[in-house]
């Protein structure tokens, strides 16, 4: 076994199947196979490479179970989301392990967990507290979108859901960065993520995917949208976080492999491009949908018409606290 602390951790046999084997192993189709493989993010492995070993053939017969089973037409349609579910997975995973990677050997050099990571490596990851901890996430962020899901009715992610969408982000950033080592930008990027989680998740939205310095999140409630961009941007200099801008729109989006998209997506990206920084701007359709906006403690201020990439003219307004 190699001398590796991860490699022990993880426990991977060494590789005795190659890219034929494993799939008659699993009992899968070469091409299915192949194509699960890449979806998951992973090269092709050419013909005589051992690479792969009994858990891959387990995994990819219990990921293809009972598809053989299925008419041409369906069989295809099934395959097609099988793939979104390995290439979401395999992106959000990739992802999670590079965070765990770094997270186990940071806090093993502050003696904290260590009896978790050594238990792991004694028993195997998925019979110790610590891979009971990893799945425990996992758990319970099935139980929130399980909640949601019964909630708003939604039984798939084919079904369009009616939601705020927001965008946040740093006002200039790339003039910051430029300037600055990675290390401080590093820094920088980890509390405006602190900020957005902590702001969203109480506004009872959810953070939908950060790109360095921007943020999107929905919410069901166009006045928690609001309140949670409005948050952000106040929380921005208790935090030491530079000004922030927002921009909101409402309507139908498509939810797909944990990303939404549609109108409300592009107008708000749209909007958040307009705004100067230290405000948040929703277009006319948000207005409308903030009707009372006084009793929500919320104030409007009409900014006129502006053309948006993609969008035209489009009339603005500044919402910001009542006074």
Same mark, same amino acid.
């Given at each position: 076994?190699?001398?590796?602390?991860?490699?022990?951790?993880?426990?991977?046999?060494?590789?005795?199947?190659?890219?034929?084997?494993?799939?008659?192993?699993?009992?899968?189709?070469?091409?299915?196979?192949?194509?699960?493989?890449?979806?998951?993010?992973?090269?092709?492995? &050419?013909? *005589? #490479? +051992?690479?792969?070993?009994? !858990?891959? =053939?387990?995994?990819?017969? $219990? %990921?293809?179970?009972? @598809?053989?089973?299925?008419?041409?037409?369906?069989?295809?349609?099934?395959?097609?989301?099988?793939?979104?579910?390995?290439?979401?997975?395999?992106?959000?995973?990739?992802?999670?392990?590079?965070?765990?990677?770094?997270?186990?050997?940071?806090?093993? &050099?502050? *003696? #904290? +967990?260590?009896?978790?990571? !050594?238990? =792991?490596?004694?028993?195997? $990851? %998925?019979?110790?507290? @610590?891979?009971?901890?990893?799945?425990?996430?996992?758990?319970?962020?099935?139980?929130?979108?399980?909640?949601?899901?019964?909630?708003?009715?939604?039984?798939?992610?084919?079904?369009?859901?009616?939601?705020?969408?927001?965008?946040?982000?740093?006002?200039?950033?790339?003039?910051?960065?430029?300037?600055? !080592?990675?290390?401080?930008?590093?820094? $920088?990027?980890?509390?405006?993520?602190?900020?957005?989680?902590?702001?969203?998740?109480?506004?009872?939205?959810?953070?939908?995917?950060?790109?360095?310095?921007?943020?999107?999140?929905?919410?069901?409630?166009?006045?928690?949208?609001?309140?949670?961009?409005?948050?952000?941007?106040?929380?921005?200099?208790?935090?030491?976080?530079?000004?922030?801008?927002?921009?909101?729109?409402?309507?139908?989006?498509?939810?797909?492999?944990?990303?939404?998209?549609?109108?409300?997506?592009?107008?708000?990206?749209?909007?958040?491009?307009?705004?100067?920084?230290?405000?948040?701007?929703?277009?006319?359709?948000?207005?409308?949908?903030?009707?009372?906006?006084?009793?929500?403690?919320?104030?409007?201020?009409?900014?006129?018409?502006?053309?948006?990439?993609?969008?035209?003219?489009?009339?603005?307004?500044?919402?910001?606290?009542?006074?």
């Amino acid at each position: 076994m190699s001398d590796d602390p991860i490699q022990k951790l993880v426990r991977f046999a060494p590789p005795t199947l190659d890219p034929t084997e494993v799939c008659e192993a699993a009992g899968v189709d070469r091409e299915v196979g192949d194509r699960l493989w890449r979806a998951l993010g992973f090269p092709d492995v &050419e013909e *005589g #490479v +051992r690479a792969y070993t009994d !858990e891959d =053939a387990r995994a990819l017969r $219990l %990921a293809a179970e009972g @598809l053989d089973e299925l008419e041409p037409e369906e069989r295809e349609d099934v395959l097609r989301l099988m793939l979104q579910e390995a290439r979401v997975m395999g992106a959000h995973l990739a992802a999670l392990a590079e965070t765990e990677l770094d997270a186990i050997a940071a806090l093993s &050099e502050r *003696g #904290v +967990r260590n009896r978790l990571v !050594e238990e =792991a490596i004694e028993r195997g $990851l %998925a019979d110790s507290d @610590l891979g009971w901890l990893i799945f425990y996430a996992l758990r319970r962020q099935l139980d929130a979108v399980a909640r949601r899901h019964s909630e708003t009715g939604a039984s798939d992610d084919t079904q369009q859901h009616e939601l705020a969408v927001g965008f946040v982000d740093l006002s200039n950033f790339t003039s910051f960065s430029d300037g600055s !080592e990675l290390g401080d930008i590093a820094e $920088l990027l980890d509390r405006f993520e602190s900020l957005v989680f902590d702001v969203i998740v109480e506004a009872e939205g959810r953070v939908v995917k950060l790109i360095g310095d921007e943020v999107m999140f929905v919410c069901p409630d166009p006045g928690d949208a609001v309140r949670a961009a409005l948050g952000i941007l106040e929380g921005a200099p208790t935090r030491d976080v530079p000004p922030a801008r927002g921009g909101i729109a409402h309507g139908r989006a498509l939810p797909q492999g944990g990303d939404y998209f549609g109108p409300p997506v592009n107008r708000a990206s749209r909007i958040t491009q307009a705004a100067a920084p230290d405000t948040v701007v929703v277009d006319d359709g948000m207005r409308q949908r903030l009707s009372g906006a006084d009793a929500l403690g919320l104030s409007l201020e009409p900014l006129g018409e502006r053309r948006l990439k993609g969008l035209g003219p489009t009339e603005l307004w500044r919402v910001g606290r009542s006074a």
